[in-house]
């Protein structure tokens, strides 16, 4: 696979000036198992093809309306072999929950159980159409009713909108049930309040519904600042959206107190549900006055992160807001049926079951939302039990309890001393030496052979580091992770200068994110034509 | 608990180091009033690797595989043979178990393979830059509306009848929110795309005009004329394309003019899953508008050590950078099925993708000239790919489709399931054929679907 191509690139590592990388270079460039690999284009040909296919007949009917495409697409081909050895070097150049501890805050890094895989590719569910007659796919709809019980049932809601591709989608989702519910009652309101310590995504969303967004400060504890709360609501403002646990992994104690609040005030409450695995089958939030909750199934119940997705993003909602949640959605009604609510049924449903006219905002997908990661979740769900998920919020919690108690003597720690903290433990920068910062503690991580933990993030932090070890970790596995944090951090603080060049380990050293923004380059261009 | 590492001797050494007496001294934060007793009563508890695979193999059997019946629906999903090699990879755990690559040193695997695909999407749509993926050809469709209103600073988009329902209604739900007029229309059911229907309602204030290609009824507009006259007012042309087979066989939107061009990827290496996960596509023909557009980027770069590398780029765009002036509060892509995508592709390459798109449009072409032959059924299309329209002489298409599916066919998608209740549409029946039918099966169709009409 390294023969020199048509491209000429060949790839090349050099002995590093640090003396690091000792040791003879290579005419491959490959280090032993450590690989490189080209891109398909420098190895593949138009003419090649790894799928076996009748031979095109020119002479077939056609009935294309004269719009044949003559001109070359452009695309190369492999064969298997060279196909699957192409993915599996490139596989080998990337870090996963398989490989080792992922503690990255906020987006829970759980392990992903394979029975859940081996379900979803049952052809009864992988290879089903969204658009067979209902007949044909009574399973599929019962899984979708199964999952939405378990939903509503762990978080003591009225009802779930299920549709929705991911977590952003979700609240998205959430912000416009809001948005219907206040535009139904003939209350227009132009504010949005979200805590400084949000979640990018919780602005953004905001923005995109048309309201205004106003930050709200947090007390020196890292918590909603109840008072300032309160003294900002008023007949403009829409809804507040919070997360909780928080992204400080802090639990919002006033919860309770800011929902009654802002229902006094005519307003809704958001939950950002990115958390909920720190409470899973412990506490619901319908308990505290959420209106709206979207839950990352790749997260709390571990469907795969799959390199950046697909996630999904079912929300949970009020009974004040369900009549608004959009289509399509599944119930079962009275005589054990699943129905599908689509377009068509969507006002007598309404009527019959919301008890008036008003109905659904609309659609925001095709089809009926991420069915492959439904039977993975469900999985997920029916393998642990009531039981087994209040175990996995007590070991998420336990574990970054465990972290924070074990490092807090050598990194700051904002909140470590305003008590326990949920389902991640928080760090900052302070102190660190020789201009060293949370990037550089990140990168020596990586030689170290860990995913670094979440990076300046959240922002009321400086230098943020936030751990995430969650559930499925073994206690060796975490001590192990103490004991090397412990000295990357001892470097840091004695402002150790070489892991500013950090990582030396890893299938690259550090890139140049600056020249990628200024000259992007997004796309591969054959060489020939772009000289 | 099989997948909870922590023993109960753990849990005791880790709380003494905590300084907690028990894990309930660790949630002191949650009021009373929110605090269980137990496990929830109302749900079950643990159960075994075996015990859970056959509560959910019982489910998945009431379904009926498509690999089981003759099978012909599309409408915006096909089913097409996935090379097994496809799922091995996706399964390999450092890509299954990776995250988004925001440390890139260790994601190189995901980012190179990013960075293909994006080369091979914007190849087979004929444009310049492809994004990383979005959720699916849907909420791709309203991005590149949305978008066309950040180019052209206009807030009007036209929506051909032809284009497929749901996409249209997510644009017209999404737009309720951010205050763009949407035009939409019905199809117009006649043998060739309404162009000149379309081209009239573009005016000064038109942002885009939005075309399926090939459209919801199978059909093949020429995207040239939509394109000059969008363009002519000032307007973007946005195509959208339900089945990217379908352009190894017909002229990419890019090269007809098309400025963004979004699509569903599924029939590439996504199986049919119920709906997703899927895979939308996202590319843009003139480089100077690649800083609008949505979703994540991937881009080349060197190391520190002057290597090849690749990172997530032109983040300035994205909602954990920019907060409330984001182009889009995206977040996920669709990452794995992007992936397999890539793999799918690459084991396809060019003369595979030409072939495939040849053998579907071949068995396509059997089963039009098969079916148009039972009596009160005709064909709507002149042009088509492999899904085409047939109307079934003022016979209600849903009825008739799900007596096919008493009968064990699964012989294709009424437009009253997409339109319902809309007068004139009732007896129109979405037939698509790809390479997984056999002459055999299309056989099996026309029999059965006379049986069903007579």
Known sequence: ????????????????????????????????????????????????????LPEIDPGAPNRLGGFDRMDPIGLVGLTEPETVRHYTRLSRQNYGIDLGFFPLGSCTMKHNPRLNEKVARLPGFADIHP??????????????????????????????????????????????????????????????????????????????????????????????????????????????????????????????????????????????????????????????????????????????????GPGSGPVVLSEALAPFMPLPYTARTADGVVHLVEEEQADDFAREHFGGELSSFGRMTAFHGQMGMFTRALTYMLSHGADGLKQVAEDAVLNANYVLRSLEDILHAPFADSGPCMHEALFGDKDFGGGLSTLDLAKALIDEGYHPMTVYFPLVVHGAMLVEPTETESKASIDQFITAFRSVAERALAGDESMKQAPYYAPRRRLDETQAARKPKLAWQDPELSA | MRYLPLTDTDRADMLAKIGANSIDDLFVDVPAVAQLDGPIRELPMHASEMAVERHMKARANKNLAAGDAPFFLGAGAYRHHVPASV????????????????????AQGTLQMLFEFQSQVARLYGCVVANASMYDGSTACWEAVAMAGRVTRRHRAVLSGALHPHYSQVVKTMAQFTGDTIADAMPAIQTEPDNAGLISRIDEDTACVVVQYPDILGRIPDLTELADAAHAKGALLVVVNTEPVALGAIKSPGEMGADIVVGEGQSIGVGLQFGGPYLGLFAVRDPKHVRQ??????????????????????????????????????????????????????????????????????????????????????????????????????????????????????????????????????????????????????????????????
């Open chain 2, 87 to 106: 799922d091995t990879v996706i399964q390999r755990g450092e890509f299954l178990t990776a995250y988004t690559p925001y440390q890139p040193e260790i």
């Open chain 1, 131 to 308: 658009l067979q007659p209902v007949q044909t796919v009574q399973g599929a709809l019962e899984v979708m009713n199964e999952l939405a019980h378990w939903l509503l049932t762990l978080t003591g809601m009225h009802s779930v909108a299920m549709s929705l591709k991911a977590g952003a989608h979700g609240e998205l989702c959430g912000i416009l049930c809001i948005r219907a519910a206040l535009e139904a009652r003939g209350d227009a309101r132009e504010v949005v309040l979200v805590p400084e310590s949000a979640h990018g995504t919780n602005p953004a969303t905001a923005a995109f519904a048309n309201y205004r967004v106003e930050n709200i400060p947090a007390t020196p504890a890292g918590r909603v600042d109840l008072e300032a709360l309160k003294a900002r609501l008023g007949p403009d403002v829409a809804a507040v959206m919070i997360t909780n646990p928080n992204t400080c992994g802090l639990f919002e104690p006033d919860l309770r107190e800011i929902s009654d609040a802002v229902h006094a005030a005519g307003g809704f409450v958001y939950c950002d549900g990115a958390n909920f695995n720190a409470i899973v089958g412990r506490v619901r939030p319908g308990d505290l006055g959420v209106d709206a909750m979207h839950i990352n199934l790749h997260k709390t119940f571990s469907t795969p992160h799959g390199g950046g």
């Open chain 2, 293 to 454: 557009m949505p979703g994540r980027l991937c881009g080349e770069t060197t190391d520190a050590e002057g290597k090849r590398g690749f990172v997530l780029t032109l983040s300035a765009r994205e909602q954990h950078i920019r907060r409330e002036k984001a182009t889009s509060n995206i977040c996920t892509n669709s990452g794995l099925c992007a992936l397999a995508f890539n793999v799918h592709m690459t084991l396809l390459g060019e003369k595979g993708l030409r072939e495939l798109a040849a053998e579907n449009h071949r068995l396509a072409c059997i089963a039009a000239d098969r079916l148009e032959k039972i009596p009160g059924v005709s064909l709507l299309n002149s042009a088509f790919f492999n899904e085409f329209t047939l109307q079934l002489g003022g016979k209600p298409a849903r009825d008739v489709v799900r007596s096919l599916a008493d009968r064990g066919v699964l012989g294709g998608v009424s437009l009253d399931r997409l339109y319902p209740g809309v007068a004139g549409l009732e007896d129109a029946l979405l037939v698509a054929v790809t390479e997984t039918a056999t002459e055999e099966d299309i056989e099996t169709l026309a029999s059965e679907l006379e049986g069903v009409l007579s």
């Open chain 1, 1 to 52: 696979m390294n023969a020199p191509n048509k491209s000429g690139w060949k790839p090349e590592m050099q002995v590093s000036e640090d003396g690091l990388h000792n040791g003879p270079s290579t005419t491959t460039g490959n280090r032993a198992l450590m690989l490189e690999e080209p891109l398909i284009f420098e190895i593949g040909h138009a003419e090649t093809t790894g799928v076996d």
